[in-house]
């Protein structure tokens, strides 16, 4: 079944915002389900790298639903925070992974690091690791990335999770500013996209 081509696919996040970005992203003449569809909790990630968490996802919502998944796992990483957050971006916001306190944190920790830290430039990336698993079987395992720095306040409202406060290299405006179609064609997720579009 796996040499045709993919006709419905299982996108498998319980983040709503990751949802809406993946469908915009996916071929229109896909059709999509959601794992609020089939009332599925989210597995525990105890991989050390994207990658690794992402295919935990997909394999774990797949065998869960018999449907091809392509899952996603994604993050910050800051580079004077020896790339923290990294693959526990979701989890410093705690139980409920809520990102205005895990962006709280974010600047608690650079000023423990560097008290000046918001007058110099703070070199960050957003990684995306994405993968489409059917059962137990890897189709496909990529990851995309973007790099910029982190802004000394949070601005903007769209996108989320740290948005406000990420400022893609050549941009002056963070992807919480950005319109959503632009934002598309330039971050993590879109760069992991071009790299999987070929197994869809």
Known sequence: MLNKKIKTLLIGTNNQGKLKEIKNLLPKNIKTLSTNQFNIISPRENGKTFKENSLIKSRYFSKKTNQI???DDS????DILKKKPGIYSARWGGKKSNFKKAIKRVFRE???KDKDWKIKKIKAQFICALSI???????ACVEGKVDGRISPI???????????????NKYKETFGEMKLSKKYKLDHRFK???K???FL
């Not at 698993?133 to 189709?139: C, E, F, M």
């Not at 949070?154 to 990420?166: A, H, L, S």
């Open 192 to 194: 992991a996209f071009k």
């Open 133 to 139: 698993s059917y059962l137990d079987r890897k189709i």
């Open 110 to 112: 650079l000023n423990k």
């Open 196 to 198: 999987i579009k070929k």
């Open 69 to 71: 998944c392509l899952a």
């Open 75 to 78: 993050g910050l990483q800051i």
């Open 154 to 168: 949070p601005r903007g409202k769209n996108g989320f999770g740290y948005d406000p406060i990420f400022i893609p």
